[in-house]
């Protein structure tokens, strides 16, 4: 499992944050990339009130999602002519009748927007599901926070219950666990998921099907009056709250003893159903199908063939202990239920891959 910062690093970020960040609301009419294609502005109509922000590449790749422009041309006008890209986006945003979220954060050098979200969001913060979760925890010796990271798009907290564990074969123990994730800039629900952590090699697995998901969708927000900034009111208020204690139900679900059975059951299947291709072409057509890029490819045949197990099983045990060497703790933890994915395979996607 990829280690991120200690926990009370993470919970000191997530405090800098919730005092850092803003939220905006306002009528597309109002928004305007300047000429640069690097600093974003809006400005309300009636009072001229204006707010300037940075841009990060997560809210310039939303723009341009929102806006229905391709990719490829979008990133090409802001590398190559930021002045066609900020004519484009202003002419699509000047003929567009909804309103949209800013969400935005002061990084010490100024305010940036880091996310371009429908009005309809629903704001549910890292802060708030830790603070939410980690108590469940607290106090209990046997409950451990093995690894947890606040990154640019996304908050984890992956936590083990030393109580349950089980061998998958004789000496390969693991312990159940829940990771609970969220993102505050649309990138994905809030989302409680079963883990396994494997201690012959501390690899982690995330079990992301059979999790619960809560997505950040629900009323259209409003602004304070003649102003753009976001309020809460009562009704939001006893949501969060009613919304909270669900989050904490699904949590102590997800390490719930049966269930934990259960996955440990799936695993030991796995670990009958052997590799009979070509080892190197196994892994082509599993990073074909799972999209892992050449670097995890070799990195996963490097320990699938150090851990000498050729079966589904050895194969997912390969591709959690080649997360583990990924820079990026999102794309680690991705990893991590591509894992899972692959050692509980359908057997006629498993005879695809395994025919060469």
């Not at 969400?103 to 979200?117: E, I, K, P, Q, T």
């Not at 979760?133 to 409950?143: E, I, K, R, T, W």
């Not at 809030?190 to 099907?209: A, E, F, I, K, M």
């Not at 990924?326 to 891959?353: C, F, N």
Request: glycine share 8%; with cysteine.
């Amino acid at each position: 499992m990829k280690q991120g910062r200690a926990l009370s690093e993470v919970l000191t970020e997530l405090q800098r944050q919730n005092a850092a960040k803003q939220d905006f609301i306002g009528p597309a009419q109002a928004f305007t990339l300047r000429p640069d294609g690097s600093t974003f502005e809006i400005v309300h109509t009636n009072s001229g009130q204006q707010e300037v922000f940075g841009t990060t590449d997560l809210f310039h790749r939303q723009i341009g999602s929102t806006l229905g422009i391709p990719a490829k041309y979008y990133d090409q006008m802001r590398k190559l002519k930021p002045e066609l890209l900020a004519e484009n986006v202003n002419a699509w945003f000047a003929d567009r009748e909804q309103s949209y979220m800013i969400r935005s954060m002061d990084y010490g050098n100024g305010r940036v927007a880091r996310a371009l979200l429908s009005d309809r969001y629903r704001r549910i913060d890292n802060m708030e599901i830790a603070s939410a979760v980690l108590p469940l925890f607290a106090g209990q010796p046997d409950m451990q926070v093995m690894s947890c990271e606040v990154t640019e798009n996304r908050m984890y907290l992956k936590i083990v219950n030393k109580r349950l564990e089980l061998d998958v074969v004789p000496g390969d123990t693991v312990q159940g666990g829940v990771i609970i994730s969220n993102s505050e800039v649309g990138l994905g629900a809030v989302s409680v998921q079963p883990l396994l952590y494997r201690l012959v090699c501390t690899n982690g697995l995330v079990v992301n099907d059979l999790g619960e998901r809560r997505t950040h969708v629900g009323r259209a927000a409003k602004a304070v009056e003649d102003s753009f900034t976001l309020y809460s009111d009562e009704a939001l208020i006893a949501e969060d709250k009613a919304f909270m204690l669900k989050i904490r139900d699904i949590t102590m679900a997800a390490i719930e003893e049966t269930r934990f059975g259960m996955i440990v059951d799936r695993l030991r299947e796995s670990t009958q159903v052997k590799i009979t291709g070509r080892v190197q072409d196994v892994i082509e057509l599993t990073g074909k199908t799972y999209g892992l890029n050449q670097p995890e490819q070799d990195g996963i045949l490097n320990y699938l063939i150090q851990g000498g197990d050729l079966s589904q099983y050895g194969l997912s045990n390969a591709i959690t202990r080649a997360s583990q060497d990924v820079e990026s703790y999102d794309r680690a933890t991705a990893l991590e239920g591509i894992g899972w994915q692959v050692a509980t395979m359908p057997i006629q996607q498993w005879k695809e891959i395994n025919s060469k």
